[in-house]
C-alpha cells in the first residue's frame, strides 16, 4: 500500500509517500522558523495561512521526488490532532480532498502516534513492546507501547513540557528563536561545576515531570549574578544538565518498574545530543536497547505520518468525507490495531 502523509500540526510543513512493501519513498519538509522568529514565537494565524502556500507545492516535490503518479497512491494520511486547530484544518481539508479526488481512502493521524512510531522506520526498528519517552515542544511522557495504538501513558508533564521549559528560559537569557537548539548550543560552553539546579520531583515517587519551576530557578539566577556571556552560557549549562538527569531518572524508574528492555525516545527534545548520550549509557548500564528517530525525523515531519497512517489504512481503518480535527487528543483514546508486515 503507497500512502501519501501531511503534517500541518503546528510550524512545520511536512509531506512524505510511504510503501508498506518497499519503505520511505521520499519526503519533504518547510519549517516556518523565520516566519515566527520576529515574534519570538508561534504565531497560529501565520502558521495556518503558510501551510495553505506550502501544503501543495511539497506534496508535488514528494511525487516527483519519488517518481509517483497519483493514480498509484492507495491512500492518504493526515495529521487530525493534536495541534493548532487552524494549521490542523488546512492539512485535513487538503488530505480529505486529495483523497476524495483519487478516489482513496482517508485516515486522520494522532500527531503523537506519528512521533512514538518514528523510529519504525529505522533499522533495526525496535519491537513491540517498548516504553517510549516522549519529547516533544508541547509533551513530555513515558509510555508503554505494546502494540500500535495499545499504548498506556505512565507518566506525564504537571505544567511545562521540557521542549516548552527550553523555550521559555532561552528567551529569558536572551537567546534566539527557536530557544531550545540555541540553549542547548550554548550549554556546551558552560561550566557544569558553577550552579546546581533542582532536579524536580526525582525526590518522590512516580513517574511524572514537572518543569516550570526550573525556569524560575534560572531566572533568579541569572538576577542574582553579573550578566555576561559566561553566566549565561553556565545558566544553560545548569538548565540543560537538570532537564536531562531528571529525564534520566525517570527512564530508570520506568525500565525498571516496567520490566521492558527496550526504551524509545522521540520527538523534537530527543535530538538533544546530552540526553542522547546520557539515555546510551543509561540502556547499557541496564541491558536495555535505546532506539531514536533519525535526527531529520525528531522534529514534525511528514514521513512519521504516512508510516502510521499506512499501519492503520492497512488494518481497515477509514475516516468519512467530513473535515474533522482534534486540538486536544489523548493517546489513550487510540484504537489498538494488529500489526501486518
Not at 11 to 37: N, V, Y
Not at 69 to 80: F, H, P, R, W
Not at 279 to 290: D, F, H, K, P, T
Amino acid at each position: 500500500m503507497l500512502v501519501l502523509g501531511i503534517e500541518t500540526s503546528c510550524d512545520e510543513t511536512g509531506a512524505a509517500l510511504f510503501d508498506t512493501a518497499k519503505g520511505l519513498l521520499g519526503h519533504a519538509l518547510h519549517s516556518q522558523i523565520d516566519l515566527h522568529a520576529a515574534y519570538g514565537g508561534v504565531v497560529p494565524e501565520l502558521a495556518s495561512r503558510d501551510h495553505v502556500r506550502k501544503t501543495l507545492p511539497l506534496v508535488r516535490a514528494v511525487l516527483t521526488q519519488s517518481q509517483v503518479n497519483t493514480q498509484d497512491i492507495n491512500g492518504v494520511a493526515y495529521t487530525a490532532g493534536p495541534g493548532l486547530v487552524g494549521a490542523l484544518l488546512v492539512g485535513a481539508a487538503i488530505g480529505r480532498s486529495l483523497a476524495w479526488s483519487w478516489g482513496v481512502p482517508a485516515v486522520g493521524v494522532h500527531h503523537m502516534e506519528g512521533h512514538l512510531l518514528a523510529p519504525m522506520l529505522e533499522t533495526p526498528a525496535p519491537e513491540f513492546p517498548f516504553v517510549a519517552l516522549l519529547v516533544s515542544g508541547g509533551h513530555t511522557m513515558l509510555v508503554q507501547v505494546n502494540g500500535i495504538g495499545d499504548y498506556r501513558i505512565l507518566g506525564d508533564t504537571l505544567d511545562d513540557a521540557a521542549g516548552e521549559a527550553f523555550d521559555k528560559t532561552a528567551k529569558l537569557l536572551g537567546l534566539d528563536y527557536p530557544g531550545g537548539p540555541v540553549l542547548a548550543k550554548l550549554a556546551e560552553q558552560g561550566d557544569s561545576s558553577r550552579f546546581r539546579f533542582p532536579r524536580p520531583m526525582t525526590d518522590r515517587p512516580g513517574l511524572d515531570f514537572s518543569f516550570s519551576g526550573l525556569k524560575t530557578f534560572a531566572l533568579t539566577t541569572r538576577q542574582a549574578q553579573a550578566d555576561d556571556a559566561q553566566t549565561r552560557a553556565d545558566i544553560a549549562r545548569a538548565f540543560q544538565d537538570a532537564v536531562v538527569e531528571t529525564m534520566v531518572i525517570k527512564c530508570r524508574r520506568v525500565l525498571q518498574q516496567t520490566g521492558v528492555p527496550r526504551l524509545v525516545v522521540a520527538g523534537g527534545v530527543g535530538a538533544n545530543r546530552a540526553l542522547r548520550d546520557s539515555l546510551r549509557q543509561l540502556a547499557a548500564e541496564l541491558g536495555a536497547e535505546v532506539f531514536y528517530p533519525r535526527l531529520e525525523f525528531c522534529t514534525d515531519n511528514g514521513a512519521m505520518i504516512a508510516y502510521a497512517g499506512a499501519c492503520r489504512l492497512q488494518a481497515g481503518q477509514r475516516h468519512g468525507l467530513d473535515v474533522e480535527v482534534r486540538p486536544r487528543w489523548s493517546l489513550e483514546d487510540l484504537e489498538a490495531i494488529i500489526r501486518q508486515r
